[in-house]
Every structure is written in C-alpha cells, then in structure tokens.
C-alpha cells in the first residue's frame, strides 16, 4: 500500500488491507458497474428509439438514468483502480472532483425523483390539465432546474469543504471522499460554514420529500377511488416503483449524512454509503423495468427488431 507523502491528498481507507479481499472488491465492484451501466444505457436507448414513451415520465427516466451512470462513475471506477493497484492514495484535485460531482449528481438525483413524483402527481390527479402542465417546455425547464440546483450544492460543498483546515492524518475511512468522513478531518472549531451548508442541504431535500409525500398521498387517495381493479393496478405499476426508489435513496442517504460522525471507523457507515452510493444505479433500471408493462414491451420489441436485423443480415452474407 502507497504511504501517504504528499500533503496535497488522502488516503482512502474503505475496505480491507488484505490482497485477496481487496481483488475480490475490485471484482464485485466491476460487475456492479457493468450491470449499471448496460441497465441504464438500456433504458436511456429504448426510451430514445421508442416514440410510444416520448412523454413527460419516460423523458424524466431517462433523465434519472443518466444521473444514475454519472454518480456511480463518479466513485466506483476510482475504487477499483485502487484495490487493483494497491495503492489508496488519491491527490487533492481528485478528492475535489469526486466530492463536487457526487454531491451535485446526489442533489440533481433527489430533484429529478421530486420532479417525477410531481409528473404522476398532475398525470393521476389532475388527467384534463396534464398535457398542459407537463407540456415539452416545462418539462426542459425542470431538467434545468434539477442540473442548476444540483450544480450550486456541489459547488457550496466543495467550496466550503476545502476551506476548511485540516487536523491530524489525511485518512478517510471510506472508499471515495465523503463529506461526513471528510469532517472528522477537520479542526473542531473550524467547520461550522460545513455544517451551515450541510444543513441548507438537508433542508433543501427535506422540503422534496415532503413534496414527494404530499404528492403521493394525493396520488394513493385518488387511486383507491378508482373503481376499475385493472386501473388500480396500472397506476401502482408506475408509481410504486418510484416510490421505492425514493424510499431507498433518501433513507440510506440520510441516515448517513445525518447521524453524528464517530471518531473510529465503522462498518455501518461504509455499508450505508455503499446503500445510497452504488446499489440505486444498479437496481432502479430493473425496478423500473420490471414493474413498467409499456418499458417492457418496448425491450421486446427493440431485442425483436435487434434479432430479425442480424438474421437478415448473416442470410445476406451467406448469399455472397
């Protein structure tokens, strides 16, 4: 393992010492990454070819997978250079990087979720009035809006974080550069502008989930009222997948941010980064998938058309 010999970076410290485990963790991160990036750039493409999902929710999701591709290439591939060289070590420019992305990536996440929860919010509660809400110019104008606001919170982060004088060894105990384990570096009585920050960030989000909440109980009371069992269950196979999703990310994402940071490392901490960190990009295109009738009949049909491509084309070739 590389020592640390520069003042200028840190040594991340998230997983085992032992050389075995630490190619194990490469490899179980590699296919983690390859699941997540072939499931999201799946959904980007169906939903791009397919002109049956060009409407607000699909434009929405395909706006989420992105998010999903960017936060989890923000640290992954990181983490398994390092175990794969055996070497923690990562320069301050990089530590910057990653803290600035992964912050506004994370911010951009929970705006898009709110955006989305508002989009089935208007499409169930208020059907007449839907294309007129949702029309294509406002629907730019919330992709914006969540790229804008996901922007500023990384820049205050990384502004604020890196000002802040640093006491002791330069060692997270995390697998990329976390916020809460970077504030256990900090003097004590130096990172209250963090903290300020911190906590107009934890406002922010907790204001999109009490908008998330409001919209979906609106949402659930106006689907019970529905008389037809088959209405009810399309709406909850669109929504209930949204609702997991949000659930998952923001409980683990909270819970971690949240909680006072502990002076030794922890277990729970490094698990529940791992939660909101690398298991959401991975899993929301198979919930999404999954649960949603119209983005699997458009996977059967792009794999048919796929197919029947490649067998016109060898039978061509064969003539030759």
């Not at 640390?4 to 075995?20: A, E, I, P, V």
């Not at 604020?160 to 995390?174: A, D, K, T, W, Y």
């Not at 659930?247 to 030794?264: I, K, M, Q, V, Y």
Request: net charge positive; charged share 10%.
């Amino acid at each position: 393992m590389a020592n640390l010999t520069s003042k200028n970076g840190f040594l991340l410290m998230g997983f085992s010492d032992d050389r075995k485990l630490q190619l194990l963790h490469a490899l179980l991160f590699l296919v983690i990454y390859m699941l997540a990036l072939t499931g999201n750039i799946l959904i980007i493409t169906i939903i791009t070819l397919d002109h049956h999902l060009h409407s607000p929710m699909y434009y929405f999701l395909k706006y989420l997978s992105l998010l999903d591709i960017c936060i989890i290439s923000v640290t992954v591939p990181q983490s398994i250079a390092n175990s794969l060289t055996d070497n923690n070590y990562i320069s301050l420019g990089q530590c910057i990087l990653q803290v600035f992305f992964f912050i506004a990536l994370a911010s951009s996440e929970v705006a898009i979720l709110t955006v989305m929860s508002y989009d089935r919010y208007v499409a169930i509660c208020q059907p007449l009035q839907y294309r007129t809400i949702m029309n294509p110019s406002a629907c730019r104008h919330a992709v914006t809006a969540v790229w804008v606001v996901g922007g500023l919170s990384g820049l205050m982060h990384t502004v604020v974080n890196f000002s802040v004088p640093l006491c002791g060894e330069r060692v997270i105990h995390q697998f990329f550069c976390d916020v809460p384990q970077m504030l256990k570096l900090a003097c004590s009585h130096e990172f209250i502008n963090e903290i300020a920050v911190a906590a107009f960030t934890t406002l922010t989000a907790f204001i999109c989930l009490i908008s998330i909440v409001f919209s979906y109980i609106c949402i659930f009371s106006t689907v019970l009222r529905i008389p037809s069992a088959e209405g009810q269950t399309k709406v909850f196979s669109t929504c209930l997948p949204h609702v997991f999703v949000v659930t998952f990310f923001l409980s683990t994402a909270g819970f971690e941010f949240l909680r006072p940071p502990s002076d030794s490392p922890s277990t729970i901490d490094l698990m529940f980064s791992i939660f909101y960190t690398v298991i959401p990009p991975m899993f929301n295109p198979i919930i999404y998938s999954l649960r949603n009738e119209a983005m699997k009949a458009a996977l059967r049909k792009l794999l048919s058309k796929e197919f029947f491509q490649r067998k016109m084309y060898l039978k061509t070739i064969f003539k030759l």
